[in-house]
């Protein structure tokens, strides 16, 4: 065995660690690598080929992008209350414009698969023009063709107002709409659209003056789902000027917005609407599934405070039957009764008002909140009476 061997056998057996000698001298230079990014790690979606669960985080601040797959997205577009009554219904014949409350805002409400109105006044030739303080509305037969011009699809027609003269001022107005082919929820039958192979069913209930008939609401729900794929429901509700949903005490039997909106989704519906507050509130995600509680006014005479104003059209994205999206875009009504849309600076304002409402109902009912949590901007300063120039 050479000597090389002999040192290399002698190593081997040797069990005892050879001591570490300290010193104070610094290593030389050393290069270093990139440290690993995590950001570039599959999301959720990627790695498992499923939709993300439906949170607020997502809502008001998305990080999943919706793919480009035209054949699987549709859009449902939804306002506040359209009202082309008193006042609205005042100026628009004394500018012989029928069309004139929709003109701003048809080109965005058109351009969606279903555009969903809800309509709170009757509708039909000889209207008498009432500008007064009155609360029993109706609007001229003409404002039909502002619905057509905005790309309605389907009109909710269950509210405390469309009744507003009788059984005939309904008959006449479901009439109306179907003649100009708008369809109608609210008076029994499901409203169902198909868009490109995926039924949409459209269910609405009238929950002011009048408890909701939670018999009804369930056997509605369970009918609109053999009818379609996607479950629609729309609610008239709540306690107004308010930007929680609450019950109105000021009616009998009160229900509460919450509970109603929860049993709704209990029951089978995929998405459900609210509408009635005046003012627009927050948002709900419960069990995966979306509660709007009030989108506000939308074409109405109420020009006596900025929060009966203002209000958001909301544009939710459904991917297959899933909703995986939702966008609101808040405008300001002039001149008794015309929507404009925001700047991008109010517009940003009226989503963080949102956006602090549905936390501040998500911290009530126990549910997560967006991080940060937003401040709740102050309240408006009155606008200017008139719209800016188109």
């Given at each position: 065995?050479?000597?090389?061997a002999?040192?290399?056998?002698?190593?081997?057996?040797?069990?005892s660690?050879?001591?570490?000698i300290?010193?104070?001298?610094?290593?030389?230079?050393?290069?270093?690598?990139?440290?690993?990014?995590?950001?570039?790690?599959?999301?959720?979606?990627?790695r498992?080929?499923?939709?993300?669960?439906?949170?607020?985080?997502?809502?008001?601040?998305?990080?999943?992008?919706?793919?480009?797959?035209?054949?699987?997205?549709?859009?449902?577009?939804?306002?506040?209350?359209?009202?082309?009554?008193?006042?609205?219904?005042?100026?628009?014949?004394?500018?012989?414009?029928?069309?004139w409350?929709?003109?701003?805002?048809?080109?965005y409400?058109?351009?969606?698969?279903?555009?969903?109105v809800?309509?709170?006044?009757?509708?039909?030739?000889?209207?008498?023009?009432?500008?007064?303080?009155?609360?029993?509305?109706?609007?001229?037969?003409?404002?039909?063709?502002?619905?057509?011009?905005?790309?309605?699809?389907?009109?909710?027609?269950?509210?405390?107002?469309?009744?507003?003269?009788?059984?005939?001022?309904?008959?006449?107005?479901?009439?109306?709409?179907?003649q100009?082919?708008?369809?109608?929820?609210?008076?029994?039958?499901v409203?169902?659209?198909?868009?490109?192979?995926?039924?949409?069913?459209?269910?609405?209930?009238?929950?002011?003056?009048?408890?909701?008939?939670?018999?009804?609401?369930?056997?509605?729900?369970?009918?609109?789902r053999?009818?379609?794929?996607?479950?629609?429901?729309?609610?008239?509700?709540?306690?107004?000027?308010?930007?929680?949903?609450?019950?109105?005490?000021?009616?009998?039997?009160?229900?509460?917005?919450?509970?109603?909106?929860?049993?709704?989704?209990?029951?089978?519906?995929?998405?459900?609407?609210?509408?009635?507050?005046?003012?627009?509130?927050?948002?709900?995600?419960?069990?995966?599934?979306?509660?709007?509680?009030?989108?506000?006014?939308?074409?109405?005479?109420q020009?006596?405070?900025?929060?009966?104003?203002?209000?958001?059209?909301?544009?939710?994205?459904?991917?297959?039957?899933q909703?995986?999206?939702?966008?609101?875009k808040?405008?300001?009504?002039?001149?008794?009764?015309?929507?404009?849309?925001?700047?991008?600076?109010?517009?940003?304002?009226?989503l963080?008002?949102?956006e602090?409402?549905?936390?501040?109902?998500?911290?009530?009912?126990?549910?997560?909140?967006?991080?940060?949590?937003?401040?709740?901007?102050?309240?408006?300063?009155?606008?200017?009476?008139?719209?800016?120039?188109?």
């Amino acid at each position: 065995m050479g000597l090389a061997a002999a040192f290399l056998v002698a190593a081997a057996c040797n069990n005892s660690a050879a001591p570490l000698i300290a010193n104070n001298v610094a290593s030389g230079p050393r290069v270093l690598v990139a440290a690993p990014d995590f950001s570039d790690q599959p999301v959720f979606a990627d790695r498992t080929g499923r939709l993300p669960v439906l949170g607020l985080q997502s809502l008001f601040h998305p990080s999943y992008i919706v793919p480009n797959d035209p054949s699987r997205i549709r859009t449902l577009l939804v306002t506040g209350d359209v009202i082309p009554a008193r006042g609205v219904d005042y100026f628009a014949t004394a500018r012989h414009d029928f069309l004139w409350p929709f003109r701003r805002t048809a080109d965005y409400t058109k351009n969606a698969d279903i555009t969903y109105v809800n309509l709170e006044s009757p509708l039909f030739a000889g209207c008498a023009v009432d500008p007064g303080p009155s609360f029993t509305f109706c609007g001229d037969a003409r404002f039909v063709n502002g619905l057509t011009l905005m790309g309605a699809d389907v009109v909710n027609l269950a509210n405390n107002h469309l009744t507003n003269y009788g059984a005939e001022g309904v008959t006449l107005t479901d009439q109306l709409l179907h003649q100009h082919g708008i369809q109608t929820s609210g008076l029994g039958p499901v409203a169902v659209i198909d868009i490109r192979g995926i039924k949409f069913g459209f269910i609405g209930f009238n929950g002011v003056g009048r408890a909701i008939d939670k018999t009804a609401l369930k056997a509605g729900i369970e009918r609109a789902r053999q009818l379609a794929d996607i479950v629609v429901v729309q609610f008239h509700w709540g306690k107004e000027y308010e930007r929680q949903p609450m019950p109105d005490r000021g009616v009998p039997t009160p229900d509460d917005p919450v509970a109603i909106g929860h049993d709704a989704i209990d029951w089978g519906a995929d998405i459900v609407i609210g509408n009635h507050p005046h003012w627009y509130q927050g948002v709900e995600v419960y069990h995966g599934k979306l509660i709007t509680y009030a989108h506000g006014n939308f074409v109405f005479d109420q020009m006596w405070s900025e929060e009966t104003r203002e209000g958001v059209v909301g544009t939710y994205t459904f991917y297959g039957k899933q909703l995986v999206s939702a966008t609101w875009k808040a405008y300001r009504i002039y001149d008794y009764g015309q929507p404009v849309f925001m700047t991008p600076k109010d517009n940003a304002t009226a989503l963080q008002t949102m956006e602090a409402a549905s936390d501040q109902l998500a911290v009530r009912l126990h549910e997560p909140t967006t991080t940060p949590v937003p401040a709740m901007p102050p309240s408006p300063v009155t606008a200017p009476e008139h719209a800016p120039a188109a």
